[in-house]
């Protein structure tokens, strides 16, 4: 039996870390995209025997991002994989109230990691993983 990959965007903290924790296992492999990298994350993948890679980066820069998951899927060897999946959880949250009273700059930075980066990993994630044969999943 081959093992599992899971893209967890956000993982550092809050939902994504939990997340990620969850599916620490040494049949998993785990890669974790968010602005830093969690230590104790890391720890629990190595006391559980885990495959973990933590990529610390900015999704406000999604375009890049993209591009570096998609040129990363196409070096790693998808016959070991029986399924994979992206998850998009990383977001920006801003002011809680009425549109108006966020800046241009708050809504933009909330529209990136939100939406956009959630759309660009998402196609970059199934062009790199069109012919695997493993199960697929962007969520």
Known sequence: MGESL????????GMGAAIAEQLLSPQHVVL????SINSQL??????RGAQLEQWPRDLAHS???????????R???????????????????????PMDEATNA???AALRVGLESAMLLSAS???????????????
């Not at 375009?63 to 899927?73: C, F, G, K, P, R």
């Open 63 to 73: 375009v890049e991002v993209a591009d570096e998951l998609e040129a990363w899927l």
């Open 75 to 97: 070096r790693v060897d998808a016959a070991r994989f029986d399924d994979a999946a992206l998850i998009n959880n990383a977001g920006v949250i801003t002011r809680v109230g």
């Open 42 to 47: 890391a720890a629990t993948a190595k006391q």
């Open 6 to 13: 899971f893209i967890v965007t956000g993982a550092s903290r």
């Open 32 to 35: 974790g995209i968010s602005r």
């Open 106 to 108: 708050e809504l933009s």
């Open 125 to 139: 994630f199934i062009r790199a993983t069109r012919g695997w044969r493993a199960m697929r999943e962007a969520a």
